[in-house]
């Protein structure tokens, strides 16, 4: 069988004769005749068959066989191939810069604006984001109902924020939850677990903490992480197509590789400040420290998973210590005995309950998977 010619408005195959002719292909069917560049040729072989087609006739179609496609087109052929794999390379170039370009943006672009735009984040937005998380997180970290032990965390934690240069009411409370932790919310909610109580050895430990939180929320760190985590989500919904959750996969992988680089910053930066807060009230800072050198240790009583919780979220323990040793000063205990004996007596909970059953029990889950996802939901604002 010869060449035959497809117009692509019938189904109808036409006999064809065919010709080169310098620089073009030459087709003339019953009724037809087309005269097609050989630039603008697309050619594929399937099996025997050299299907044809030009691109600025796309309906248009030349079949024939191979073997009266190649003795034609000769050297010519060869030359056409060459030319297309190199608007391939083009094209696989681009496209690889594109993705450099977006993953640059995401680990790059996005924490160094995420900056200024918590900055510029107005206080009366803030204060409500706050509000709404603090609702939301009471249900699964609890406060513990020991009046007199909160008052004494609060009044500790309000003598800190008062050397603090914000706008928002830092209000620091006890939670009940099986992590060695305390966190910053937006809008000034500050929550330490009851776990993280219970491993610190003195109140200038505790003190320590609670100032290196109030520094979070005067640096607007944790305005900064939100907008880290939602913006780039909202922005990656917007370029992949909202809905499909592949915007939310990439944040979550995006956030592991950018939040290292970007929490080292400012956990540094809210050691230091948590450190001078505590000066200027005259209390020590000698408890920042050894607090985070047991925590790099791993010294931990209750369990190893604790400690490692801690890890992630606040990176580079050894190094911060040696920085808080550097810059420590002595000064006033945070806490009298009476009233350190009355905090480390809060949130009674048997130090001999392992975490994951205490989670069971919390929210009444049967297996660790689903208490892993629970904790996954409130731990995008950081500590
Ligand atoms: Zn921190």
Not at 140 to 165: N, V, Y
Not at 314 to 342: I, K, M
Not at 350 to 364: A, I, M, Q, T
Request: glycine letters at 10%; a negative charge.
């Amino acid at each position: 069988m010869g060449a035959r010619f497809y117009d692509g408005r019938s189904a109808r195959a036409y006999d064809a004769e065919t010709a080169m002719d310098g620089d073009v292909l030459r087709i003339l069917a019953e009724g037809h005749e087309r005269v097609w560049p050989l630039r603008d040729l697309t050619v594929e072989i399937e099996a025997d068959q050299a299907r044809v087609s030009s691109r600025k006739d796309r309906d248009a179609r030349l079949v024939l066989p191979v073997g009266d496609w190649n003795p034609m087109i000769g050297d010519r052929l060869a030359a056409l191939t060459r030319k297309r794999r190199r608007r391939e390379w083009w094209l696989i170039g681009g496209l690889t810069a594109a993705a450099a370009g977006v993953v640059l943006f995401v680990t790059v672009g996005v924490p160094a604006l995420s900056g200024p735009v918590a900055r510029a984040t107005p206080v009366s937005m803030e204060q409500r984001m706050g509000d709404n998380f603090n609702g939301q997180i009471s249900a699964f970290f609890p406060t513990c109902d020991d009046q007199a032990a909160q008052q004494t965390i609060a009044a500790l934690g309000d003598r800190i924020a008062a050397r603090a240069d914000t706008p928002f009411d830092i209000r620091v409370r006890a939670v009940d939850a099986p992590m060695v932790n305390a966190f910053a919310l937006p809008g000034g909610y500050i929550l330490i677990t009851d776990d993280l109580i219970r491993e610190a050895k003195t109140p200038d430990e505790l003190a320590a903490v609670i100032a290196h939180e109030v520094a979070h929320v005067e640096k607007r760190h944790v305005m900064q992480s939100v907008w880290r985590n939602f913006g780039v989500g909202m922005l990656l919904d917007l370029v992949v197509g909202g809905g499909t959750g592949a915007g939310q996969q990439a944040v979550i992988l995006a956030g592991q590789a950018s939040e290292l680089s970007y929490s080292r910053s400012a956990e540094l930066e809210a050691d230091t400040r948590g450190q001078a807060l505590l000066h200027a009230d005259g209390m020590s800072s000698l408890g920042m420290a050894p607090f985070f050198e047991r925590m790099a240790a791993g010294e931990k009583h209750n369990s190893v998973t604790d400690a490692a919780e801690f890890m992630n979220t606040h990176p580079d323990s050894r190094r911060r210590a040696g920085a808080a040793r550097a810059a420590q000063r002595p000064g006033r205990a945070a806490l009298n005995a009476e009233e350190w004996a009355e905090v480390k007596g809060l949130c009674a909970v048997e130090e001999s309950e392992n975490p994951v059953e205490r989670l069971r029990r919390r929210f009444g889950i049967g297996d660790d998977k689903t208490g892993a996802d629970q904790r996954l939901e409130v731990r995008p604002h950081g500590q």
